[in-house]
C-alpha cells in the first residue's frame, strides 16, 4: 500500500512510524517551519498547487490512500485533500485529535474576533499563543503581549508592545504556569488546537484565573470520514487491504 500522509504534527510522525516500514508512507509538510520535525520514512516538502495539482499528484505517484494528519487549523489543504480524493476516488481519512474542552473560556470565531475581545474585555497583558500567522490581527490593539511562536512572523504583523518568545513545545504545567506569573498575564488568547503537547497552558491559565479567549476552529468539509487517534488510522488503513 501506498500512502500519502499530509503532516506536519505529532500525529502525522507517529502514523509514519506506526506504518513504516510495511507500508511505503510518503508524509507531506507544508515548508512553513524552518528546520521541522522529520518523521520516518519518505518526505516531501511543499505545496501541491492547489486541488489540480493534488490531483495530478496523487494520479502521477499512484497513491492508495490518503491520510489528512496536519494541524487543526490548516484548512485549505484539508479542503484541498477532500476535494481531490473525490475526483480521483482515492479513500481519505482525517485525523482530528479531539478538541480542548472550552469550559469557562470566551470562544470566537476567528483572530479578528479575538483581537476585538481583548479591546472590550481591557485586558492589558496577553499571551497570545496563536502562531505566527495570526499575530496581524492584533498589530493595533492596546495592549502588551507576550507572543509565543515557532517562527517569528514578519515584522509588520506584531503589535507595538511586546516580548516575543520563540519555542517549539511540549511544555509542562508547571512551566506555563509560572510564565503566566512572571509576565502578570490576564488573558491567554490560543486557538483550539487541541492534543496534549501544549494543552498545559489551559489547566495553568485556569489555575492562575487567567481569561482564555479560544479561536474555534474552522469545519472540516462535509462527508469526510474522521477518526481521533492514531491507531484508528492505522486500523482504518488494515481495512482498506482486506
Known amino acids: 500500500m501506498r500512502v500519502l500522509v499530509l503532516g506536519g504534527t505529532g500525529e502525522a510522525r507517529a502514523l509514519a512510524a506506526a506504518l513504516h516500514p510495511r507500508v511505503q508512507v510518503i508524509s507531506s509538510l507544508a515548508g512553513r517551519v524552518p528546520d521541522p520535525a522529520l518523521p520516518v520514512g519518505e518526505v516531501r516538502i511543499g505545496g501541491f498547487g492547489g486541488t489540480e495539482g493534488l490531483v495530478r499528484w ?35 481519512l482525517v485525523l482530528a485529535r479531539p478538541a480542548w474542552p472550552t469550559g469557562g473560556a470566551i470562544v470566537v470565531g476567528s483572530d479578528t474576533e479575538a483581537a476585538e475581545t481583548v ?15 495570526g499575530t496581524a490581527a492584533f498589530a493595533g490593539v492596546n495592549a502588551w ?22 519555542s517549539r513545545g511540549p511544555y509542562d504545567y508547571d512551566g506555563e504556569l509560572a510564565l503566566l506569573r512572571e509576565h502578570r498575564i490576564d488573558a491567554l488568547v490560543t486557538k483550539n488546537s487541541g492534543g496534549a503537547m501544549t494543552e498545559a497552558k489551559i489547566r495553568a491559565a485556569d489555575a492562575a484565573d487567567v481569561a482564555i479567549v479560544m479561536v474555534d476552529r474552522p469545519a472540516l468539509p462535509a462527508g469526510v470520514h474522521t477518526v481521533a487517534t492514531v491507531e484508528d488510522a492505522v486500523a482504518w488503513l488494515a481495512g482498506l487491504s482486506t
Open 58 to 92: 496523487l494520479r502521477e505517484n499512484r497513491v492508495d490512500a490518503v491520510v489528512d494528519a496536519t494541524h487543526p487549523f490548516a484548512a485549505t489543504i484539508t479542503a484541498h485533500g477532500a476535494r481531490a480524493c473525490a475526483e480521483t476516488g482515492v479513500p481519505h
Open 145 to 166: 503581549f507576550l507572543i509565543r511562536a515557532v517562527t517569528a512572523p514578519e515584522p509588520a504583523t506584531l503589535p507595538p508592545d511586546h516580548r516575543l518568545l520563540l
Open 119 to 133: 479591546t472590550r474585555h481591557g485586558f492589558s497583558r496577553v499571551f497570545l499563543t496563536t502562531g505566527r500567522s
